[in-house]
């Protein structure tokens, strides 16, 4: 059977290209989540206006990869003690989040948190908040990494996250 989970750590172009390339994970959808607005656009959420996160929604085996991995993983691909900000990428739609869908799920992130805060200097400030709706960003931003790769910022940041899959996996 398999699960879901929302996450958003900076520009979804990024995670998304990371996620795909780790055992385990089935599918990978770029979107936008945690804010006010019904059906953002990217322009929209790129305002700042919506209160809405880039994330993505990742549908996962269980039996191949765990949802404390998929944590993990993610800590490795950002930095959660950054308000608001990854790499370049400023703004409140860029901020370290994780969208839970049932209570295991939020309790799972409370006990990794716990867990990982002695492993950074600074306080994490990834939010952890009930996923109400996830809205599935437009097709141009899907695979985005797969249909440009030589852009610049997919070559900056893009391609050093999805090698650190490869090594994760």
Not at 38 to 61: D, L
Not at 102 to 126: C, G, H, L, M, W
């Amino acid at each position: 059977m398999s699960r879901e989970t929302v996450l958003g750590g900076g520009c979804f172009w990024c995670t998304e290209a990371a996620y795909k390339n780790l055992e385990g994970v089935e599918k990978v959808t770029s979107g936008y989540a945690g804010g006010h607005t019904e059906n953002p656009s990217y322009r929209e959420v790129c305002s700042g206006k919506t209160g809405h996160a880039e994330v993505i929604k990742i549908q996962f085996n269980p039996e191949k990869i765990s949802y404390e991995r998929i944590l993990e993983f993610f800590f490795k691909i950002h930095d959660p003690t950054t308000e608001d900000r990854q790499g370049p990428d400023v703004g409140s739609q860029y901020r370290s989040i994780i969208l839970y869908g049932n209570p295991e799920q939020r309790k799972t992130a409370e006990e990794f948190f716990r867990e990982k805060q002695s492993e950074y200097e600074d306080e994490i400030v990834t939010e952890l908040k009930e996923l109400e709706k996830f809205w599935k960003a437009e097709e141009k931003h899907q695979d985005y990494f797969e249909k440009n790769p030589e852009d610049a910022y997919c070559k900056m940041h893009a391609a050093p996250k999805v090698e650190k899959a490869k090594e994760f996996s």
